[in-house]
């Protein structure tokens, strides 16, 4: 018989870690490559407590529990966990190594699996448990594992080949830069873990991790410019096998760790940020000479070559028409009170879908009416779906994953058929100004995204107000909609990319936004790509952003007072940029709309 209580799972899981002699044991959203996304067999956070969201972690010890979200889940986190058995915990407040510093008993041995945590992590909780005589212990097997009885395989799904005409480079010239990286630092070999720096590496796909197209799997490239590719046998096809040619050894995932202990005596970089606890075990338990340094992929990936951009720009075009046709449908529908949260995903998907080329979505659809919309990363479900009410806000935020390039944009409209209110446009207003700040944003080389994040803030500053998420978040190239190194956000609390320098080539998102707890959610969100700008004078090289997303900004939510000339101007240009890229894909009712919908304010 299924467990189908959370309250049943948790006690199953307490049962299993007597019996296993710990006591307490950690349990993150992660898989063996650190992804962000993870395969349903991956996820034991969710099926433990019943949380969706795409970050967190969650203790149990022997008589309490505590899961830890960050500010993006702090409303969703309460509406799906029960907090009778769990403590909410926010990050960065507190952590994991804080919280079991104070909460783990006298000489407790609290387990982790050590494929699913980073190494850093794993030191930094082990020195907390120290004053308490705890440890923390590497457990065999998973105890989440044990207990979930209808936990799902990993995906056999096949691995495809990435076509060179999309990727703009060959897998052969890839693995040739990186062996030549290799040889520049006198190492041997490079462990790549990360899944989309695996597909990007040999230019293949897959469709094991809904909504970003990877094939799980793991690669060692050698200074010799070979590689070793570890992956299930049945996700290898003869097309696949003719795409990677000679260079490439093909082996199973069981033989990763015995290929990683053959590097006894090696000089091996490894990234400690996307490689696991468990490979660092490996390599140095075995003698290898382990160089923790980034994962050498992730900047070429990030820097898009000319051929990525033109494709991105392609799909951005089909992906904007699909949008001002949802857009116009939302106009005309949801006012008469038929249209939910969950048939408007549907019918974005469809419009998507009809455009053509799209693969998957690139994730799924924020689609928050009125409350719901104030939840940051919302993820609507039969239990929570709300009817779009007349005179209300609708954020929806989503993306498409096509064959030439990954989308992202984010819409915030307002439901009539009465104006909308002050404040909403008042706040709306406020958040396209400082999309518009950052969005003309001139800076010299070497600038960082966490250089950039005041731009967008300021006007939400001004009047005491702000919102609890980054401003922008790198994209790739048909593969992860949330891509590093490169991000835009406030530098506290340790992020991640928020010290990258921006360099020409990089896509990132462009959304501030303004959430009333309860009422309303905002948020504009466009896609940007980094490039040259040539100034009269200058002294240096400065960058600034190509806008890459076109789709209506919802122009009866802007109060044209608060706006400046160039502000105005910049939102009539973009429009009629709009115009110009959507028009020839709409015909009739949706064309006339988007005439509409793009005229000068």
């Keep these: 018989m299924l467990m189908q209580t959370h309250e049943a799972r948790l006690d199953a899981l307490r049962k299993q870690l007597a019996k296993d002699g710990l006591d307490g044991f950690v349990i993150p959203i992660s898989d063996e490559h650190m992804s962000e996304y993870v395969g349903a067999y991956a996820q034991r956070l969710e099926w433990l407590t019943g949380f969706g969201g795409s970050a967190g972690t969650a203790v149990v010890l022997a008589d309490e529990a505590a899961i830890f979200v960050d500010g993006r889940y702090t409303l969703q986190v309460r509406d799906q966990v029960d907090g009778k058995l769990w403590s909410y915990q926010s990050v960065p407040q507190t952590s994991v190594a804080e919280w079991l510093g104070k909460h783990a008993p006298q000489g407790a041995k609290i387990g982790y699996d050590a494929w699913l945590h980073a190494k850093s992590w794993a030191q930094c909780v082990a020195s907390a448990l120290e004053p308490r005589g705890a440890s923390l212990v590497a457990v065999t097997d998973n105890p989440v594992d044990a207990v979930w009885q209808d936990q799902p395989a990993p995906s056999l799904a096949p691995a495809v080949p990435h076509a060179t005409e999309h990727a703009g480079k060959s897998a052969t010239e890839k693995r040739a830069d990186v ?78 760790v015995p290929a990683l202990q053959a590097l006894k005596g090696r000089k091996v970089a490894v990234d400690p940020e996307r490689a696991v606890a468990a490979i660092f075990q490996a390599l140095e338990g075995a ?30 075009a089909r992906d904007g028409a699909a949008i001002a046709r949802f857009l116009r449908w939302i106009e005309v529908e949801a006012p008469n009170g038929t249209v939910t949260e969950l048939s408007a995903a549907d019918r974005l998907q469809a419009f998507r879908a009809e455009g053509g080329l799209l693969r998957d979505l690139s994730f799924d659809t924020i689609s928050g009416a009125g409350p719901n919309g104030a939840v940051v990363h919302y993820r609507v479900s039969e239990e929570t779906s709300r009817t779009l009410e007349p005179n209300s806000v609708y954020l929806v935020d989503s993306g498409g994953q096509y064959v030439d390039g990954t989308t992202d944009i984010t819409r915030t409209v307002w439901v009539g058929p009465d104006a909308p209110h002050a404040e909403v446009k008042d706040r709306f207003t406020r958040v396209l100004k400082g999309h518009i700040a950052l969005a003309r944003a001139v800076f010299p080389k070497g600038t960082a995204g966490s250089q950039l994040d005041s731009f967008a803030r300021q006007f939400l500053w001004s009047a005491g107000l702000d919102y609890a998420h980054g401003t922008g978040h790198g994209v790739g190239s048909f593969l992860a909609v949330h891509e590093g190194p490169q991000r835009i956000a406030k530098a506290s609390g340790g992020q991640a990319g928020t010290g990258q320098p921006l360099m020409p080539g990089m896509i990132l998102s462009n959304e501030p936004g303004y959430y009333k707890t309860g009422e309303y959610g905002i948020r504009i969100e466009n896609l940007v790509l980094v490039e040259k700008r040539d100034i009269p004078g200058a002294e240096g090289e400065f960058y600034g952003f190509e806008t890459l997303t076109f789709a209506p900004i919802a122009r009866d939510l802007v109060d044209i007072a608060l706006l400046s000339p160039d502000e105005r101007e910049w939102l009539d240009t973009y429009h009629a940029k709009v115009r110009d890229v959507l028009a020839p894909q709409l015909s009739g009712d949706d064309l006339i709309w988007l005439e509409a919908a793009c005229a000068p304010l």
């Design 179 to 256: 062996a030549e990286w290799l040889a520049s630092q006198g190492l041997d070999a490079a462990v790549i873990t990360a899944l989309d720096s695996v597909a990007w590496l040999l230019n293949i796909r897959g469709e094991d991790v809904d909504r970003t197209p990877v094939a799980l799997s793991f690669v060692i490239a050698n200074a010799d410019g070979t590689a070793d590719l570890f992956i299930a046998p049945e996700k290898v096809t003869p097309e696949l096998t003719a795409h990677l040619g000679n260079a490439v050894r093909v082996q199973p995932r069981e033989a990763f």
């Design 287 to 316: 003698g290898a000479q382990v160089v923790a340094v980034t994962d050498p992929v992730v900047l070429p990936k990030a820097i898009k070559n000319p051929v990525e951009q033109a494709g991105h720009r392609a799909a951005q």
